[in-house]
T-cell receptor
Framework: DAKTTQPPSMDCAEGRAANLPCNHS???????VYWYRQIHSQGPQYIIH???NNETNEMASLIITEDRKSSTLILPHATLRDTAVYYC????????????FGQGTTLQVKP | GAGVSQSPSNKVTEKGKDVELRCDPI?????LYWYRQRLGQGLEFLIY????????KSGLPSDRFSAERTGESVSTLTIQRTQQEDSAVYLC????????????????FGPGTRLTVL
């Protein structure tokens, strides 16, 4: 599975959009981009995933560049409860299979 | 409905002792995963069970680590002769089997077991 690069930390003002970047320049055609987050002292939580089209759900939007070498997770109106470590993971789609977590981005939402 | 549960939530043990950690996956989920998270680090994959297939043990760090799963239900992770470097949060996750077309199935994580080896 392709490796990802994320900034170690970011700040965001409460109520503003949080834009979390991820670089995955070695992604291959059959690999998807997944985002999970981990709030302090909890297990990780799935957010969203995509292949090449932009995706949106009730939690976030995922913007994938046309060349698929990078993507951005957008939390449209960040709240204090969105403070967490956000993990960008690239892997082949399959019914099941392990997730390879990097160090992620620690997002601090400030009042 | 009920999520993934793990027990105990905290375990303190002495170096050299054996420990067993338990995971109850979401009912009906055929896949079960164990991960380890050391303080301040990301998650490390340990082992993965899928139905009756042979488990993927590629992440187990040493032969002191083993895991079993009874059918498609409870799993136990055993660490023998614990060492201080085994101190971590051990997380279990489960997911449903996907469609034949290969749709992704979200992994649902439990709250973890915090293991401290003195």
């Amino acid at each position: 599975d392709a490796k990802t690069t994320q900034p170690p930390s970011m700040d965001c003002a409460e109520g503003r959009a949080a834009n979390l970047p991820c670089n995955h320049s070695t992604i291959s055609g059959n690999e998807y981009v997944y985002w999970y987050r981990q709030i302090h002292s909890q297990g990780p939580q799935y957010i969203i995933h995509g292949l090449k089209n932009n995706e949106t759900n009730e939690m976030a939007s995922l913007i994938i560049t046309e060349d698929r070498k990078s993507s951005t997770l957008i939390l449209p109106h960040a709240t204090l409860r969105d403070t967490a470590v956000y993990y960008c993971i690239v892997r082949k789609n399959s019914n099941t299979g392990k997730l390879i977590f990097g160090q992620g981005t620690t997002l601090q939402v400030k009042p | 409905g009920a999520g993934v549960s793990q027990s105990p939530s905290n375990k303190v043990t002495e170096k050299g002792k054996d420990v067993e950690l338990r995971c109850d996956p979401i009912s009906g989920h055929t896949a079960l995963y164990w991960y380890r998270q050391r303080l301040g680090q990301g998650l490390e994959f340990l082992i993965y069970f899928q139905g009756n297939s042979a488990p993927d043990k590629s992440g187990l760090p040493s032969d002191r680590f083993s895991a079993e799963r009874t059918g498609e239900s409870v799993s136990t992770l055993t660490i023998q002769r614990t060492q201080q470097e085994d101190s971590a949060v051990y997380l279990c996750a489960s997911s449903a089997r996907g469609l034949a077309g290969g749709s992704y199935n979200e992994q649902f994580f439990g709250p973890g077991t915090r293991l401290t080896v003195l």
